[in-house]
């Protein structure tokens, strides 16, 4: 069945640093692909998607291309905010088929001052 | 600013309660996911509904919890007896057919069960 596996974490970056968690998915069909966040104490919150091959998506900073040829969508940010610790969550889901979302097990990143 | 709301927020009961969990989702969503967030499992789909209807409730524990949609506006999650085993966060999420499938997710029900 589809499939997602992400980067175990915890990451820890300093403030301003890079960052990447890779992502790789496993599908039999063409499935949307979408980065969720959640910060501390809250619900998961969609970061940014894409729904088909190429795109990129982008928001506040972070991007992630969609890569059919790699089954890739790693997220990335070119310089991290202490506010950006949280958990990351790659996720994909193909409408064509059913509801759901299939969830990777989540990254937890924190970012020092 | 239309978002999922969750009530109550945070739940602490004795083993052998019953617990209901409420959830409004976005108005105009016709699809109402349940999951469950724990350290160990992570986060795992209970159950979810299309237009009301029940789609797939394979995640849940059929002996001690339910889930229905009274009316369009209101989704319930409820668990007699609750256990130990059931402290986690419940989180509720709306989405609408159409729409890639992007969900949006309630803040979540804090169960502890004593």
């Known amino acids: 069945g589809d499939s997602v596996t992400q980067m175990e974490g915890p990451v820890t970056l300093s403030e301003e640093a890079f960052l990447t968690i890779n992502c790789t998915y496993t599908a039999t069909g063409y499935p949307s692909l979408f980065w969720y966040v959640q910060y501390p104490g809250e619900g998961l919150q969609l970061l940014l998607k894409?729904?088909?091959?190429?795109d990129k998506g982008s928001n506040k900073g972070f991007e992630a291309t969609y890569r059919k040829e790699t089954t890739s969508f790693h997220l990335e940010k070119g310089s991290v905010q202490v506010s950006d610790s949280a958990v990351y969550f790659c996720a994909l889901s193909d409408p064509n088929r059913d509801d759901k979302i299939i969830f990777g097990k989540g990254t937890r990143l924190h970012i020092l001052p | 600013d239309a978002r999922v709301t969750q009530t109550p927020r945070h739940k602490v009961t004795e083993m052998g309660q019953e617990v209901t969990m409420r959830c409004q989702p976005i108005?105009?969503?016709?699809?109402v996911f349940w999951y469950r967030q724990t350290m160990m499992q992570g986060l795992e789909l209970l159950a979810y509904f299309r237009n009301r209807a029940p789609l797939d409730d394979s995640g849940m524990p059929k002996d001690r919890f339910s889930a229905e949609m009274p009316d369009a506006t209101l989704a319930t999650l409820k668990i007699q007896p609750s256990e130990p085993r059931d402290s986690a966060v419940y989180f509720c999420?709306?989405?609408?057919?159409?729409?890639?499938?992007?969900?949006?997710f309630g803040p979540g029900t804090r169960l502890t069960v004593l």
């Open positions: 999420a709306s989405a609408s057919t159409g729409t890639y499938n992007e969900q949006f």
């Open positions: 894409a729904t088909k091959a190429d």
């Open positions: 108005l105009g969503h016709n699809t």
